[in-house]
């Protein structure tokens, strides 16, 4: 149980265009998702705090006009990567927590590896 | 906000041998320290976690140690072998209740096991 799943796994587009990036919790509910950064040989930078039916909340540095997400479902976070440019080429990771439980672990999606010409 | 150092950046050891990675946190109201392995562009995965009124857990070959006072802890791998080749990553965060649980992760650990 607890599986995330992101979509889709890798993307090029070209510079200037949107990007979306789904999350989606398989078999259960999740209040909460993470998103996160990863650029290569470094550590996981929390982005955003989505919770369902309310505003994300932003780290310290991240535009959130720039990285748009949404949690209209319990099951579903989208990350949006809104006039994508070379330097927002990455690896995004999504993660959640199961609602009702309070056990602090969490289960990753499988990210999504962007590349900006 | 917290801060959490992670130590060595890289790691060789060979085969069959121990490994051990050391964190350290900022915030004394941390209570929960997980430990996560990643494979190269893969995601990350839970291998243990500790919790602040538990001082060391054990299970099999892994192990972590929890220093509240000094506010440390250690990730101990024994009997190593090539297949824990990976990047590790530790993490702390605070929950007061509810499933917000905010980690802040290390800058990880390249674990190399040679045969």
């Known amino acids: 149980g607890a599986v995330v799943s992101q979509h889709p796994s890798w993307v090029i587009c070209k510079s200037g265009t949107s990007v979306k990036i789904e999350c989606r919790s398989l078999?259960?509910?999740?209040?909460?998702m993470f998103w996160y950064r990863q650029f290569p040989k470094q550590s996981l930078m929390l982005m955003a705090t989505?919770?369902?039916?309310?505003?994300?909340?932003?780290e310290q540095g991240v535009e959130k006009d720039k990285f748009l997400i949404n949690h209209a479902s319990l099951t579903l976070s989208t990350l949006t990567v809104t006039s994508a440019h070379p330097e927002d080429s990455s690896f995004y990771i999504c993660s959640a927590t199961v609602a009702g439980e309070y056990t602090g672990e969490l289960f990753f999606g499988e990210g999504s590896r962007l590349t900006v010409l | 906000g917290e801060n959490v150092e992670q130590h060595p950046s890289t790691l060789s050891v060979q085969e069959g041998d121990s490994a051990v990675i050391k964190c350290t946190y900022s915030?004394?109201?941390?209570?929960?320290f997980p430990w996560y392995k990643q494979e190269l562009g893969k995601r990350p995965q839970l291998i243990i976690d500790i919790r602040s009124n538990v001082g060391e857990k054990k299970d099999q070959r892994i192990a972590v140690t929890l220093n509240k006072t000094a506010k440390h802890f250690s990730l101990h791998i024994t009997e190593t072998q090539p297949e824990d080749s990976a990047v590790y990553f530790c993490?702390?965060?605070?929950?007061?209740?509810?499933?917000?649980?905010?980690?802040?992760f290390g800058k990880g650990t390249l674990l190399t096991v040679n045969p």
């Open positions: 993490a702390a965060s605070f929950n007061s209740g509810g499933s917000n649980y905010k980690l802040t």
């Open positions: 915030d004394s109201a941390s209570n929960y």
């Open positions: 989505s919770n369902e039916g309310s505003k994300a909340t932003y």
């Open positions: 078999d259960f509910q999740a209040t909460t």
